[in-house]
């Protein structure tokens, strides 16, 4: 496409609503049942030529602070410099690369990119599914989708843990990261 074409294209920005999405975690504890967090300080972007998602560009940012497990001497450990070092690494963070469509199936999508963690940036994968765009009641309009993607903690640093008398470790280092994302397009 020449410059002239690539500039000519429509192009709509997208900002993540905090107020409805959820970006949550789930991991193992004492390899018996699953432990559920999740952030409340989130933002993003989408920069969308076309009206086609299969052609975004995504970032998003999620404040480590902000992590609930519905247990505060627990995520006050999660906060110290033990596991997320909260005051060194602030924030985790999502820039796409590239994103590919499944065949056939214009709402599926796997979008790779750069997520970087306790300050190690790793390329990972997001199985995203595209819920629609509707118009909400103030006009505005909106476009949902749900993500997951497992990560290994111990590959972004992330290794504390304690061994069990029955041989097992108190955290699981699978980590399934699951996203229920809403943005809301911008004026132009």
Same mark, same amino acid.
């Given at each position: 496409?020449t410059q002239a074409a690539q500039s000519s294209t429509p192009t709509t920005a997208w900002r993540?609503?905090?107020?409805?999405?959820?970006?949550?975690?789930?991991?193992?504890?004492?390899?018996?049942?699953?432990?559920?967090?999740?952030?409340?300080?989130?933002?993003?972007?989408?920069?969308?030529?076309?009206?086609?998602?299969?052609?975004?560009?995504?970032?998003?940012?999620?404040?480590?602070?902000?992590? =609930?497990?519905?247990?505060?001497?627990? =995520?006050?450990?999660?906060?110290?410099? =033990?596991?997320?070092?909260?005051?060194?690494?602030?924030?985790?963070?999502?820039?796409?690369?590239?994103?590919e469509t499944a065949q056939g199936d214009d709402n599926t999508y796997r979008v790779v990119g750069?997520?970087?963690?306790?300050?190690?940036?790793?390329?990972?994968?997001l199985d995203v599914s595209f819920g629609g765009i509707a118009t909400d009641s103030y006009k505005?309009?909106?476009?949902?989708?749900?993500?997951?993607?497992?990560?290994?903690?111990?590959?972004?640093?992330?290794?504390?843990?304690?061994?069990?008398?029955?041989?097992?470790?108190?955290?699981?280092? =699978?980590?399934?990261?699951?996203?229920?994302?809403?943005?809301?397009?911008?004026?132009?």
């Open positions: 496409m993540l609503d905090p107020v409805h999405t959820n970006v949550e975690f789930a991991v193992k504890h004492l390899m018996i049942s699953t432990i559920h967090g999740r952030f409340g300080d989130v933002s993003g972007t989408a920069v969308v030529p076309s009206n086609d998602f299969s052609r975004a560009e995504i970032e998003a940012r999620v404040g480590v602070a902000s992590v =609930d497990t519905r247990e505060t001497q627990r =995520d006050g450990f999660l906060k110290s410099s =033990d596991f997320f070092d909260v005051e060194a690494y602030p924030a985790i963070t999502f820039k796409s690369r590239r994103i750069d997520f970087t963690l306790h300050g190690v940036t790793k390329e990972i994968v505005k309009r909106r476009a949902g989708f749900n993500a997951t993607a497992t990560i290994n903690r111990k590959d972004f640093g992330l290794s504390w843990n304690q061994l069990l008398e029955t041989g097992g470790v108190a955290v699981g280092e =699978d980590v399934k990261l699951l996203i229920d994302a809403e943005f809301i397009a911008q004026p132009v």
